[in-house]
């Protein structure tokens, strides 16, 4: 079993529920070992949009990342997810962010995602449920909690389930 942390976001139609249904997604594939609170951010790059709500899960799994990768897509897919726009509104994003301590480069698969330390939408939610998360060098992720302090972001609801009234 691997160790795993996926970013999910929505900021299209009822965000709330498609978090709700990443989670229920992932529970079939995964076992789940924690999932963040959920958080509203402002949209980062791409065209004018609505805000995000963003959380992020931490799993084990057998699968590999290209076979995970597949899954995330067909998630998202089965939520309405239409990629027609660089950074464009969406119904749901899941992103893989860390496998173990492992560097995966292939063609449309970068883990540790790239921008995985530069915002704090995912180092916050990430460090909330794997508090000694690592970059494959063994480097800490807390660290980079301080460079993106700055970076606002509010904290909606302690879990996914709680947010539908809140934050849809």
Avoid: K
């Avoid at 978090?19 to 791409?46: F, H, K, M, N, R």
């Amino acid at each position: 079993m691997s160790r795993c942390a996926i970013g999910i976001g929505s900021n299209l139609g009822d965000r709330a529920a498609h978090l709700s249904a990443a989670v229920d997604g992932l529970t079939a594939i995964c076992e789940i070992a924690g999932v963040s609170s959920i958080y509203e951010t402002a949209p980062v790059g791409g065209p004018a949009q609505g805000p995000f709500l963003n959380a992020v899960v931490v799993a084990d799994t057998a699968r590999t990342p290209r076979m995970l990768l597949r899954d995330l897509l067909f998630i998202e897919r089965a939520r309405g997810r239409v990629r027609d726009a660089r950074w464009g509104p969406r119904t749901l994003d899941l992103d893989l962010l860390l496998w173990d301590r492992t560097v995966v480069d292939e063609p449309g698969l970068r883990v540790p995602h790239p921008q995985l330390l530069q915002r704090r939408f995912v180092v916050e939610p990430l460090l909330e449920v794997w508090p000694d998360a690592c970059m494959p060098n063994g480097s800490p992720i807390r660290p980079a909690s301080e460079a993106v302090a700055r970076q606002r972001i509010e904290r909606v609801a302690a879990r996914i389930g709680r947010a539908e009234s809140a934050a849809t």
